[in-house]
């Protein structure tokens, strides 16, 4: 069977010789929340568009559901569903009004487009606001509503290009839940590409990290933390004095970190599994313990080993013209 999302040597260049995406190469299992991740600049939006059939690419190829993005793109269309961050919805029209023309433009009855357009605005919290102008929509209903249009015709694959950019906490969970919904009542695939690492943490089974063009890591979030290192744990002392006692307990667990007078640091392979036996034997040994913290590695960490740099990018990626796009 192929891949859900397949590439190889994929590349795109610009009028100017801006190589936004220089050879990446990808693997998306049928039915895996897939999170692409990096900063703006890093070629993830142009990556998609190129994956959406939007952007033709400049070199190497690529496959969604089993179709080539180039030669079969007509066909690919009615098999996926896009939301992207610059999508142009008209705001003259109410949220129902365009979930059913979504549905007629993509072949479905009068009737069939009436009760997809009112399974998907309760799904999407937006049966209050289903007669309402969209251009009185607050910016998360709009990205709601968005994802809604995406999902009319039931995609076997969906792109989600950061699709909670700038939402409210709550907006964002309802996205969430949404998203974990399609994959694991209808077995969708989701592309879903982010700057937030809490998202990809919460959403994807695997993750690809993206920068100046090129994937730098790739593989389950757990697996791409371990690689940068264990868990940190971090004793406050009740009295300094038990320091070295601390540390002789401690340094049984895992290899000693610098630490303060008042503090003792390890690292702690077994991660949280460790903790009721380092507390019970600090007890035995008599060292009352004011304060511990257990740190993990991030995903930021991740993206700080693989680039040098934390994942906050002030660049923006080259916009596709006309010309280009052709």
């Given at each position: 069977?192929?891949?859900?999302?397949?590439?190889?040597?994929?590349?795109?260049?610009?009028?100017?010789?801006?190589?936004?995406?220089?050879?990446?190469?990808?693997a998306?299992?049928?039915?895996?929340?897939f999170?692409?991740?990096?900063?703006?600049?890093?070629?993830?939006?142009?990556?998609?568009?190129?994956?959406?059939?939007?952007?033709?690419?400049?070199?190497?190829?690529?496959?969604?559901a089993?179709?080539?993005?180039v030669?079969?793109?007509g066909?690919?269309?009615?098999?996926?569903g896009?939301?992207?961050?610059?999508?142009?919805?008209?705001?003259?029209?109410?949220g129902?009004e365009?979930?059913?023309?979504?549905?007629?433009l993509?072949?479905?009855?009068?009737?069939?487009?009436?009760?997809?357009?009112?399974?998907?605005l309760?799904?999407?919290?937006?049966?209050?606001?289903?007669?309402?102008?969209?251009?009185?929509?607050s910016?998360?209903?709009?990205?709601?509503?968005?994802?809604a249009?995406?999902?009319?015709?039931?995609?076997?694959?969906?792109?989600?290009?950061?699709?909670?950019?700038g939402?409210?906490?709550?907006?964002?969970?309802?996205?969430?839940?949404?998203?974990?919904?399609?994959?694991?009542?209808?077995?969708?695939?989701v592309?879903?590409?982010?700057?937030?690492?809490?998202?990809?943490?919460?959403?994807?089974?695997?993750?690809?990290?993206?920068?100046d063009?090129?994937?730098v890591?790739?593989?389950?979030?757990?697996?791409?933390?371990?690689?940068?290192?264990?868990p940190?744990?971090?004793?406050?002392?009740?009295?300094?004095d038990?320091?070295?006692?601390?540390?002789?307990?401690?340094?049984?667990?895992?290899r000693l970190?610098?630490?303060?007078?008042?503090?003792?640091?390890?690292?702690?392979?077994?991660?949280?599994?460790?903790?009721?036996?380092?507390?019970?034997?600090?007890?035995?040994?008599?060292?009352?313990?004011?304060?511990?913290?257990?740190a993990?590695?991030?995903?930021?960490d991740?993206?700080?080993?693989?680039?040098?740099?934390?994942?906050?990018?002030?660049?923006?990626?080259?916009?596709?013209t006309?010309?280009?796009?052709?």
């Amino acid at each position: 069977m192929p891949h859900a999302v397949e590439a190889q040597g994929l590349e795109r260049t610009f009028k100017g010789g801006v190589r936004a995406v220089q050879g990446v190469d990808l693997a998306v299992d049928d039915g895996e929340i897939f999170g692409f991740l990096g900063p703006n600049g890093a070629g993830k939006s142009t990556t998609v568009r190129m994956l959406c059939t939007l952007l033709r690419p400049t070199a190497g190829r690529a496959s969604v559901a089993g179709l080539d993005v180039v030669a079969e793109a007509g066909a690919l269309r009615h098999l996926i569903g896009v939301a992207l961050q610059d999508a142009a919805i008209d705001p003259y029209m109410t949220g129902r009004e365009l979930l059913r023309l979504q549905a007629t433009l993509h072949g479905l009855s009068r009737q069939q487009g009436r009760d997809r357009a009112v399974e998907l605005l309760e799904q999407l919290d937006l049966v209050d606001a289903a007669d309402r102008r969209v251009g009185t929509y607050s910016g998360g209903m709009r990205r709601r509503l968005d994802l809604a249009l995406s999902l009319v015709h039931r995609p076997q694959v969906l792109f989600l290009d950061e699709p909670t950019t700038g939402l409210d906490p709550l907006s964002r969970v309802t996205v969430w839940d949404e998203v974990r919904r399609l994959n694991r009542e209808l077995g969708t695939t989701v592309f879903l590409t982010t700057q937030y690492l809490e998202e990809a943490d919460q959403l994807a089974a695997r993750v690809a990290i993206i920068d100046d063009g090129r994937i730098v890591a790739e593989g389950t979030p757990r697996e791409l933390k371990s690689e940068i290192g264990e868990p940190a744990l971090t004793i406050a002392l009740q009295d300094p004095d038990h320091h070295e006692a601390a540390q002789a307990v401690l340094e049984r667990f895992g290899r000693l970190l610098p630490s303060t007078a008042r503090t003792v640091a390890v690292r702690l392979p077994e991660g949280a599994g460790a903790l009721a036996d380092v507390i019970r034997a600090l007890d035995d040994a008599g060292v009352t313990v004011a304060e511990l913290d257990l740190a993990e590695p991030s995903l930021d960490d991740v993206f700080l080993a693989k680039t040098g740099r934390r994942m906050e990018g002030e660049e923006t990626e080259p916009e596709p013209t006309e010309a280009a796009a052709r």
